[in-house]
């Protein structure tokens, strides 16, 4: 079913009206309406509905994460026996444009199985930019500048953020570089690239550029990758990048970016000699999309210095009837958070009784991040507990070892793997698990569960291991 016409929605009234169509906005629409029955709108500024996450963030970011792993893959099968031996790298040509066209054809589909959930769930699509009238009252301006109002008794800002990028001002010539939503735009492999910034987005698509094959420099301002990371993961995914031929340029800001016939001319404070690639990225951060939703029209509403808008445990703003979830409270910038925190809140406002105290807990929240080998973390890095614990009341167990898969490799190409558990008190309360290597990412969820319930270390090691995986190391430290 198509978006609803001004005509149908000029001065409805909702019990919940909720701006943004991403992770969170949807989730919590469909749960007030779909599991409640309570009367939604939703309005989605882009064409698309699924937000970042679906369109420009994590899922057709995974699909290339697969498809550098396929690459991986490819290169240990003359080790298994496959193909020519002195064909070790040889992998066979990769068609980066004929990935991508499936790659847009399956967000398509989820694009419109997100449309279907909607109408399955009886939530009214309003397909345009909403702003605030005042705390009950919308007004959604369609890209053709047409508009109109409604009017909503509870209104939540799902609206989420957007890639950063520096001013032509700040570094002349940046806007020769593209986001993180342009990587998803490139039509063709490019020879080189660099990717500027050290958080997971930039470790990621520097990692899938450089597995396929492209000359990647990634330049990073201080010494390390992955800075609010616990330091092993930083330290072993930072030398494996290097080992494996990233170019990873420590203490390095852009100062200046040239186009010339040939590429651009990408100048740093840490060289004189400019690194010259096809494609420049900045991954440097994000801020929320809180400029055009008339935030003015709610002159108390309470930003923090980063522009996101402030909100308490239960997702309250400091404005009676104005709710915020997802990456726009700047919390815990992740799908699952955005989704969960807006579930909780439709339980909460619209729900039976046992709901009406319900919010997400912020704490012990696993996150993976889909580096070449993947990371898994949960709960404090060691710098963290030993802030909160002191070192005294803690007992850091750590393993390194090269996973079995590998057993066939040559010792230069195999990967690293290492866990470390960060145990607390006299009855080892694991406080912190911090995991990387083959198969991280699909590790971390089961490990996670026993981490929110409280485990212990006597709990980990009460688990028979399973025989063989790498898994089995962490059941098993001493
Ligand atoms: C490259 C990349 C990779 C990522 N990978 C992962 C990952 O692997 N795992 C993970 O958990 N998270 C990942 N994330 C983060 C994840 O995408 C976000 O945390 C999540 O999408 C946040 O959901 P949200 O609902 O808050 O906002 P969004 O999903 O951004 O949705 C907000 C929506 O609001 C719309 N909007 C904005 N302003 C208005 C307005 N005024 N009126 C109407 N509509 C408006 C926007 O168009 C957008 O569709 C990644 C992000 C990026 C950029």
Known sequence: MPPITKDEAEGTEYDLF??????????????????????????????????????????????MWYTADVADNLRKAPYYGFGDEAAEVAIPKFKWNYLKKKRDAYIKRLNGIYEKNLVNDKVAYHQGWASFVSKNEVKITKDDGTSYNVKAKKIVVAVGGRPTIPSDDDIPGASYGINSDGFFEIEEQPKRVAVVGAGYIAVELAGVFHTLGTETHLMIRHDKVLRTFDPMLQDVLGDYMEKTGVNIHKNTNVKKVEKTETGLKVYTDSSDEPVEV??????IGRHANTEKLGLENLPNIELDKQG???????????????????????????????????????????????????????????????????IGSIGMTQPEAEEKFGKDDLKI??????????????EKDKQPTSYKLICQGENQKVVGLHIIGEGSDEMLQGFGVAIKMGATKDDFDSCVAIHPTSAEELVTLR
């Open 18 to 63: 909720v701006i943004g169509g991403g992770s969170g906005g949807l989730a919590c629409a469909r749960r007030a309406s779909g599991s409640y029955g309570a009367k939604v709108g939703l309005a989605e500024g882009s064409p698309q509905l699924g937000g970042t996450c679906v369109n420009v963030g994590c899922v057709p970011k995974k699909v």
């Open 397 to 410: 167990y750590n393993t390194s070892f090269k996973a079995m898969s590998f057993a066939m490799l040559e």
């Open 308 to 374: 996101d808008i402030v909100a308490d445990e239960y997702q309250n703003s400091n404005v009676e009837g104005v709710y915020v979830i997802g990456d726009v409270a700047g919390k815990v910038l992740l799908t699952p958070v955005a989704i969960a925190a807006g579930r909780r809140l439709s339980n909460r406002l619209f729900g039976p009784e046992k709901f009406k105290d319900d919010k997400l807990s912020y704490e012990n929240v696993p996150s993976v991040v889909f580096s070449h080998p993947t």
């Open 278 to 283: 096809d494609v420049l990225l900045w991954a």
